[in-house]
Structures are given as structure tokens and as C-alpha cells.
């Protein structure tokens, strides 16, 4: 059988800027600890990029590299980073303020951390209710900060020295938005923009700003923005990366994981209630009802994609699907997600099972941010355009083309990721059917 060919990917010479929008706890959290793993202090745990094998061939051959070094992604030492936050803390003080690092991770790097200082923000606080700041643009309408985005792009690319850039949404979760006519063509787009429509929230404006810069866009919230036939057919023609939605980080994944086992074994399932508390600014954001909608739609999703009621109602077709986020401020950036889980097996017997997942929001979701920049990076150089729907392994809501559904499944989500690679670097898809072991010729 022929070899594949690789598919031809411009080489990651010099500094790949990272552009965050928020500075709080998950992007302090995400600089942080790049810096620690630069200077040797610990390791990037968490990062498929940096920690994770890909088999490559039969079995048999035993050839199984380290992602990083298959693909040519940039390395750690080649980023630098930037960030737009309302609040103007620096980036030292803001992860202080976090506290999601204990000081043998803060102190070692605080002169570098204070020497990032965030931009001031587009920011709109009829779209985030709970959150305020001093550090924000102004402008006569939503165009004209958006233009003023483009700026800061364009000023810390050559400030920097940077020869590429990414853009990853780190920001808080913006009240629901249903995509409308203002979100159906790149002119309606721009023409609300300059008319100040609220159907263009302040995400908007940012994906909008990246892509007529050229930059890949990564959405880790649950915001529309990027997820708009205006701004898809804006990164197809510009040939830029777009994704998203919503980090892929705790009870979500955990949900991702369980519930292909369940449908794996023809389980059913009569409930799930999932609750979370958490004290950080996310969950101050969604307690306002407007900004958990968002948040909610992007959480409910799941179970449905996975295990499909329609083809199987006996089994799925009357699920009890319950979310709920709570705000409890002493719990801080350490969130709890708790699962109960109602299922049946044999004869329609019923048993529970519960979950209870103490995790630390940020420490999940920095290894997300480390590997969706590489990655995009590595899209754009190897000339894919739009929805990178290979990236689905790292978010909650999927985004993918019109009119197919996102796969959810946490397994298949990181077998296609690992065989898009693959593609990319001309070596063979990995199907795991191995028959070839034991037909006998």
C-alpha cells in the first residue's frame, strides 16, 4: 500500500504570539505555568502536545514519538503572550488575586508575570452582567473598537517580534445570544456593528478583529461569536483556523467519558444531575441567570449527541438531564462537580452511580489554552481554513459545519484528532481493526 503524503506545512521559525482575552485566573494560570515549564520547574501535565505519545504503524514496529516531536509545532520557548482585560492588573498580580498557584509557582516568575500588563478590554458589561473595570476601550460604535483590536494586533505583533499569532477566547461567559440576521453575512455583520446592534456581543468583535488580521481564533467559552455563517465564511476566504465552543475541562469531560461507556454496554440511563459550586470569577459571571443560559446550553448538549434517544428510546428516549452552577466564594478557583446518575440495566433494574470531582478549574483548562495554540498555530501553517472540527477533544460545544451533528465522545474526539495528525504528516490512519493478525493466508 502506498505511502500517504504529507501535506506540505510552512516550517514554526521565530516567536508565535499568544493573544488572550481575559487575564484572570485561567490565563494567569496558562503563562505561569509555561514560564515554570521553561525554566525546568515542572512539568506541562495535562498537554497532549508536550506529554502525549502517537502511535505510528503496526503495532509491531513500536513507533510511538512524543506529538512534539512528530508534528512541527512551535516550542515552548518560541511564545510569548499578550492580554485585553477589563481590570487592570497586571498579569502577577491578577494570579495572585486568582489564587490558583501556590507561591513556589508565583514568586520564581513574578518579574515576568508583572511585565505583562493587559490591554484595555472591548468590553460591555450588559453582556456580563456581574463583572466590571476600568481598562476598557471607547468608541462612537462596536466597529470602532473593533478597528482599535485590529491595532493592538498589529502594534504587539511587531513590538514582540512575533511572526505568527493566535487568539484564545479566555474570557468570561456572555449572556445567550441566538444567531440572527445581523450574524447571516459579513456585510449585515459589519453594517451591526457600526449601527451598535446587541446582536454583536463584545466576542464578536475579537473573532471579527483576528480574522482580518489573519489570526486563528479559539473560542474557550460558550459565547456564539466565532459560531456565525458571517464569521465562517469570513476564516474560509481569509483561509484562517476558527473553533470552539467552551473548554473542555471538568464535570463536562468526566460526562464525555462516562456516557459512551453507558451507551457502549446498552445501559440505560432514567437521570443525571450534575451540580457544581465554584468561587472564582467564572462563577460569579454565572450566577447571573442570562450568562448560566449560555453556559447551560453548552452543558446539556452533551448527553444527547452521545446517546442519541432517537435511536435509542428504550434506553435514552426519556432522560432527566438536570445542570446546575452555584456560586460559593470560599471554594475559590477549586471547583466541585457533583454527578448523580440514575441508570438501568437487565430487565430495567435501576442503580446510581455518583460522582464527586474536586478539580481545579484553572489547572484543567490551562493545558487546553497551551495546546489549542499550538495546534491552531499548526493548522494555519499547514493551510487549513474554517472549523477545525479535529479539535473537538478540547471543547464542550464542538463547533462544525452546517448540518452535521459534533461528536462528543471523548474517545473518538481524540482518535480523530490523533489521525488528522497523522494525515497531516503523511502516515497511515490508525483504525484498530488488526485483523491482519490472525487471518490465515
Known amino acids: 500500500m502506498p505511502q500517504p503524503a504529507a501535506r506540505e506545512i510552512a516550517p514554526a521559525k521565530g516567536k508565535l504570539g499568544v493573544l488572550l482575552v481575559g487575564l484572570g485566573a485561567v490565563s494567569t494560570t496558562f503563562i505561569a505555568g509555561v514560564e515554570n515549564v521553561r525554566r525546568g520547574q515542572a512539568l506541562p501535565i495535562g498537554s497532549l502536545t508536550q506529554m502525549s ?47 490558583v498557584l501556590d507561591p513556589h509557582h508565583l514568586e ?64 468570561s461567559t456572555e449572556i445567550f445570544i441566538s444567531p440572527g440576521p445581523a450574524h447571516q453575512s459579513l456585510a449585515a455583520f459589519e453594517k451591526a456593528m457600526e449601527q451598535n446592534d446587541p446582536a454583536i456581543a463584545p466576542s464578536m468583535l475579537y473573532a471579527w478583529a483576528a480574522l482580518m488580521e489573519n489570526v486563528p481564533f479559539a473560542n474557550g467559552a460558550p459565547n456564539l461569536t466565532v459560531d456565525v455563517p458571517a464569521l465562517e465564511k469570513l476564516a474560509e476566504e481569509r ?9 473542555k475541562t471538568g464535570q463536562t469531560m468526566m460526562k464525555t467519558v462516562l456516557s459512551p461507556a453507558f451507551k457502549a454496554r446498552m445501559l440505560g440511563v432514567a437521570g443525571w444531575y450534575s451540580t457544581n459550586i465554584l468561587g472564582n470569577r467564572d462563577g460569579e459571571v454565572l450566577d447571573d441567570p442570562e450568562s448560566f443560559k449560555t453556559k447551560e446550553e453548552s452543558k446539556l448538549g452533551v448527553l444527547e449527541y452521545i446517546l442519541q434517544p432517537e435511536m435509542y428510546p428504550e434506553l435514552y428516549g426519556n432522560v432527566y438531564h438536570k445542570v446546575r452552577i452555584n ?31 474536586l478539580c481545579r478549574d484553572s489547572i484543567l483548562a490551562a493545558p487546553l489554552v497551551l495546546d489549542l495554540a499550538l495546534l491552531f498555530d499548526l493548522a494555519h501553517r499547514a493551510g487549513l481554513s474554517g472549523i477545525q472540527e479535529w479539535l473537538s477533544f478540547y471543547f464542550k460545544s464542538p463547533q462544525v459545519a452546517t448540518g452535521l451533528y459534533p461528536e462528543h465522545d471523548l474517545f473518538i474526539q481524540h482518535t480523530k484528532l490523533k489521525n488528522t495528525l497523522r ?17 490465515k493466508v
Not at 504503524?57 to 511564545?79: N, Q, T, V, Y
Not at 483561509?239 to 473548554?247: A, E, L, Q, T
Not at 446518575?341 to 437487565?346: T, V
Open 53 to 99: 505519545t502517537i502511535r505510528l504503524g503496526k503495532r509491531p514496529e513500536k513507533r510511538a514519538p512524543k506529538i512534539k516531536d512528530f508534528a512541527p509545532l512551535a516550542a515552548l520557548s518560541d511564545l510569548v503572550f499578550a492580554a485585553w482585560d477589563p481590570i487592570p492588573d497586571d498579569a502577577y498580580t491578577a494570579a495572585k488575586k486568582a489564587g
Open 108 to 171: 520564581p516568575v513574578a518579574d515576568f508575570l508583572k511585565s505583562i500588563k493587559p490591554m484595555p478590554a472591548a468590553f460591555d458589561q450588559n453582556y456580563v452582567k456581574r463583572l466590571s473595570g476600568t481598562n476598557v476601550k471607547r468608541g462612537r460604535n462596536k466597529r470602532e473598537l473593533a478597528e482599535q483590536l485590529r491595532e493592538d494586533i498589529r502594534n504587539f505583533k511587531k513590538s514582540a517580534g512575533c511572526d505568527r499569532l493566535v487568539l484564545v477566547w479566555a474570557a
Open 239 to 247: 483561509r484562517v483556523p476558527i473553533g470552539g465552543k467552551d473548554f
Open 327 to 357: 456560586y460559593y466564594p470560599p471554594r475559590g478557583d477549586n471547583k466541585e462537580g457533583w454527578d448523580n446518575i440514575d441508570i438501568f440495566g437487565w430487565l430495567g433494574y435501576p442503580m446510581q452511580i455518583k460522582v464527586d470531582f
Open 423 to 439: 494525515w497531516m504528516m503523511g502516515e497511515e490512519q490508525i483504525t484498530h481493526l488488526g485483523i491482519e493478525y490472525y487471518e
